[in-house]
Each structure stands twice: as structure tokens, then as C-alpha cells.
């Protein structure tokens, strides 16, 4: 696993997977709720339920698809998300 840590804010920020990822577990530091998608991209806010402060979330495959990652938080808010990948 490569960890990795990073601030979202309110615009949909993209992370580029090089070379796909099999999987990734995500945990959201805080302070704020984070939005959320795997290979797909629109207004997170409006369509995914928030990955709460404190809480994780892993995506797993048997095969390496993860090849984009969007991640929004709400209007005026950002909060810190650790990432550990497998590829």
C-alpha cells in the first residue's frame, strides 16, 4: 500500500491513478464530511452520501480499475483524507 494524504475543498478535485489501482481504503481526518467517487465525475454533493469525519471506506477489485478518483467537500468547508492505495 502507498499512503497518501490530501486537502479537499469545495471544487471536485481529481486524483489520476498511474498505473491503475486495484483498490484503495480512504479515511477522512476531519474536520469536515468529503464527497466521494470512483472513475466517474459530476457534482458529488448532489448525488453520494459523505464519507463522515472519522470514518473509512475501501474500494476493492480483482483487477486494477481505479483509474480516477473525484473527491468535493460543501461550500466554504475542507477537510484532510489519507489515502492507501493498492496497484
Request: glycine share 2%.
Amino acid at each position: 500500500m502507498v499512503p497518501m494524504t490530501i486537502t479537499v475543498i469545495s471544487a471536485i478535485q481529481e486524483l489520476t491513478c498511474k498505473p491503475e489501482w486495484y483498490g484503495v481504503t480512504v479515511f477522512n481526518d476531519g474536520p469536515s464530511p468529503v464527497y466521494m467517487d470512483v472513475n466517474r465525475t459530476y457534482n458529488a454533493v448532489n448525488f453520494t452520501t459523505p464519507l463522515n469525519p472519522l470514518e473509512h471506506l475501501n474500494f476493492d477489485y480483482d483487477q486494477p480499475v481505479i483509474v480516477r478518483l473525484y473527491f468535493q467537500c460543501l461550500a466554504a468547508q475542507s477537510t484532510s483524507v489519507r489515502l492507501f492505495a493498492r496497484y
